[in-house]
T-cell receptor, first 109, second 115 residues
Framework: KNEVEQSPQNLTAQEGEFITINCSYS?????LHWLQQHPGGGIVSLFM???GKKKHGRLIATINIQEKHSSLHITASHPRDSAVYIC???????????FGEGTQLTVNP | ETGVTQTPRHLVMGMTNKKSLKCEQH?????MYWYKQSAKKPLELMFVYNFKEQTENNSVPSRFSPECPNSSHLFLHLHTLQPEDSALYLC??????????????FGSGTRLTVV
């Protein structure tokens, strides 16, 4: 069992829909990252959070440390949001990141 | 560009070849990382360098040899690779150590195909 579990693995939505991607982890962490990977491979860091909630444009990330759970929400989704979204945690014991398997999001026009 | 530059973007090499991947950042970060992303698998950490010193080797075969001549540059030397080594190799950098006041920055990756 992976230390970082994401759901769903694949998600297809219609443009405009509200989207939620979930991440659960089993280790103690100092921070959690949400990353976006487009076809071609480059990875962009969307959020780094250790508590509460962060918002950037149409993206919202929340984390519940007690429940070891985080969610990434996309409001008013758009086809350009189509990408793989990856949850990664930085364990309290070091500097490395442990990654989830990613969620492939496809937003259809 | 994210601030972390990887070259080449694509590489095809034979199993007897020797090649090198390069990563460069001028973000003032002192920690640099090599990750491997194989199809349908999560990213796997390969190596970590803090202040030019290797601090983690995640049981990587010796046919992968990292080099970090300074805090801004990181290389991955490849020799006698196997077809199963074909993957996307990603470089990242950050401020080292614990704490939350840091960010990870990833490069665009090198897509490696071993034939």
């Amino acid at each position: 069992k992976n230390e970082v579990e994401q759901s769903p693995q694949n998600l297809t939505a219609q443009e405009g829909e509200f989207i939620t991607i979930n991440c659960s982890y089993s280790v103690g962490i100092s921070a959690l990252h949400w990353l976006q990977q487009h076809p071609g491979g480059g990875i962009v860091s969307l959020f780094m959070l250790s508590s509460g909630k962060k918002k950037h444009g149409r993206l919202i990330a929340t984390i519940n440390i007690q429940e070891k759970h985080s969610s990434l929400h996309i409001t008013a989704s758009h086809p350009r949001d189509s990408a793989v979204y990856i949850c990664a945690v930085r364990e309290t014991s070091g500097s490395r990141l442990t990654f989830g398997e990613g969620t492939q999001l496809t937003v259809n026009p | 560009e994210t601030g972390v530059t990887q070259t080449p973007r694509h590489l095809v090499m034979g199993m007897t070849n020797k090649k090198s991947l390069k990563c460069e950042q001028h973000l003032g970060h002192n920690a640099m990382y090599w990750y491997k992303q194989s199809a349908k698998k999560p990213l796997e950490l390969m190596f970590v360098y803090n202040f030019k010193e290797q601090t983690e080797n995640n049981s990587v075969p010796s046919r992968f040899s990292p080099e970090c001549p300074n805090s801004s540059h990181l290389f991955l030397h490849l020799h006698t690779l196997q077809p199963e080594d074909s993957a996307l190799y990603l470089c990242a950098s950050s401020h080292p150590g614990q704490g939350t006041n840091y960010g990870y920055t990833f490069g665009s990756g090198t897509r490696l195909t071993v034939v």
